[in-house]
């Protein structure tokens, strides 16, 4: 398993840009596939953005994609979420999250994750 940690969640302005980081502990961290999932308050949380485990394929929302953009630094072991144009409606808790270890099965679905990070706040004013 890994350990996850998210950092840089903030107050933005709309319009303005975020950089989402998720260190993740553990020498077996290019074998997982990782995602970003965000819950709005008082509603379900959703998908945003998953990397496969070699960084190869990504997966967007609709909502974020042409704005947000997921990478993976196996050396570093880190996955980071980019957001740019920030809106409004993207305030949420963004929690970094992993499938089993050599998971290949779909990455957009919520059952897919068994590992979860304690989430970082992003607060987009208008």
């Known amino acids: 398993q890994v350990q996850l940690v998210e950092s840089g969640g903030g107050l933005v302005q709309a319009g303005g840009s975020l950089r989402l980081s998720c260190a993740a502990s553990?020498?077996?961290?290019?074998?997982?596939?990782m995602g970003w999932f965000r819950q709005a308050p008082g509603k379900e949380r959703e998908f945003v953005a998953a990397i496969s485990w070699n960084g190869g394929i990504t997966y967007y929302a609709v909502s974020v994609k042409g704005r947000f953009t997921i990478s993976r630094d196996n050396a570093k072991t880190a996955v980071n979420l980019q957001m740019n144009s920030l809106k409004p409606e993207d305030t949420a808790v963004y929690y970094c999250?992993?499938?089993?270890?050599?998971?290949?099965?779909?990455?957009?679905?919520?059952?897919?994750?068994?590992?979860w990070g304690q989430g970082t706040q992003v607060t987009v004013s208008s």
């Open positions: 999250t992993a499938p089993p270890q050599y998971y290949r099965g779909s990455l957009l679905r919520e059952a897919a994750y068994d590992q």
């Open positions: 553990g020498r077996t961290f290019r074998s997982y596939s």
